[in-house]
């Protein structure tokens, strides 16, 4: 029924918002049709304080895809970090934090980015493949599009290997080919 069933593991707080602004919106409707307007301000202060607990309900199945934090767990527990992490812009603070090791940002679109933190940006494909050649092994925690940039960079002498995926999130190990 759902067409992305994928995303939300707890389909009972969506149909319950379902539900309850399709309600909503048939009473509103009713005042209005009605010139009951005080009645329509009125029933509008519970939009907000529902919305939200609805919303908050659905915490557990939203995190994956808003922070990083899942995907670093599994990354801290499963594997020894001891160089940068590469990861994408809107990732960056999450892998500082939940890692607790320096991150480097990628973004081959060649966009400017700000962080108030000192971050190692690269943003063309030069940069990107000295960035990996440089560590022996380069853990990375990125979104769908720059796994897409590492796969065109790493092509010569670079293995990648997607360790996981995490909500929208892929954790990947880049290491140096091996020569036979």
Known sequence: MLRYPSYISSR???????VFLLLFSALNLFFVLKHKLLML???????V???????????????????????????????ELN???????SLVRGVKY????????????????????????LDSDLKVRNFLLGQSVTYCILKKSSV???????NNGL?????????DEYILKIDHAKKI
């Open 83 to 89: 160089n940068i992490v590469l990861c994408s812009k």
């Open 159 to 167: 293995e990648f290997i997607i360790l996981n995926n995490i909500g």
């Open 98 to 121: 939940y890692t607790s090791k320096e991150a480097a940002v990628i973004d081959t679109s060649g966009k400017q980015f700000f962080s108030p933190h000192p971050v190692i940006f």
């Open 41 to 47: 301000s009125r029933s509008l202060l519970f939009l």
């Open 49 to 79: 304080p529902v919305t939200l607990v609805i919303l908050f309900s659905m915490h557990n199945d939203i995190e994956p895809y808003i922070s990083s934090k899942k995907a670093c767990a599994y990354l801290v527990s499963n594997y």
């Open 12 to 18: 009972i707080p969506v149909y319950s918002l379902a």
């Open 148 to 154: 897409e940039d590492i796969k065109r960079i790493a």
